[in-house]
């Protein structure tokens, strides 16, 4: 086998496992928040989601975090959102591109993701 071919199958291995820590990391969504702040749900016990795409994001301090969002529809609304109860320094949201959220006066009070559902407390 030619070097050349055994880069492009370790780039290939490494990729796929990126992905696969992605996807983990976006289902599960509960460890990277404060359980004294959050709560695991169902979808279904939670109405009124609206789905959005997250623009922009920054840490304000550490467990907190800003969002700048569009709701995923033709005239979508620009929407700034403040999350409290993150773990540390980590965006729980990092991997997610799109996000079923439910926002109350500009801050996050319940988020699903890909099923993994959670509430404010």
């Given at each position: 086998?030619?070097n050349?071919v055994?880069k492009?199958?370790?780039i ?6 990126r992905d696969?820590?992605?996807i983990d990391?976006?289902?599960d969504l ?6 004294k702040f ?6 279904e016990v939670?109405s009124?989601f609206?789905?959005?795409?997250i623009?922009k994001?920054k840490m304000v301090?550490?467990?907190?975090f ?7 529809r033709?005239?979508g609304d ?5 999350l409290e109860?993150g773990q540390?320094k ?5 991997a997610a ?8 006066s500009?801050k996050?009070?319940?988020i ?6 959670v509430?404010?407390?």
């Amino acid at each position: 086998m030619t070097n050349q071919v055994h880069k492009k199958r370790q780039i290939k291995r490494n990729r796929s496992h990126r992905d696969r820590q992605l996807i983990d990391n976006v289902m599960d969504l509960m460890s990277n928040l404060d359980e004294k702040f959050w709560q695991s749900s169902e979808p279904e016990v939670v109405s009124g989601f609206v789905e959005y795409t997250i623009l922009k994001n920054k840490m304000v301090k550490p467990g907190q975090f800003e969002f700048a969002l569009r709701e995923n529809r033709d005239d979508g609304d620009l929407v700034m959102a403040h999350l409290e109860g993150g773990q540390g320094k980590t965006n729980p949201l990092h991997a997610a591109r799109n996000v079923l959220m439910k926002v109350d006066s500009g801050k996050v009070i319940a988020i699903n993701l890909e099923g993994d559902c959670v509430i404010k407390k």
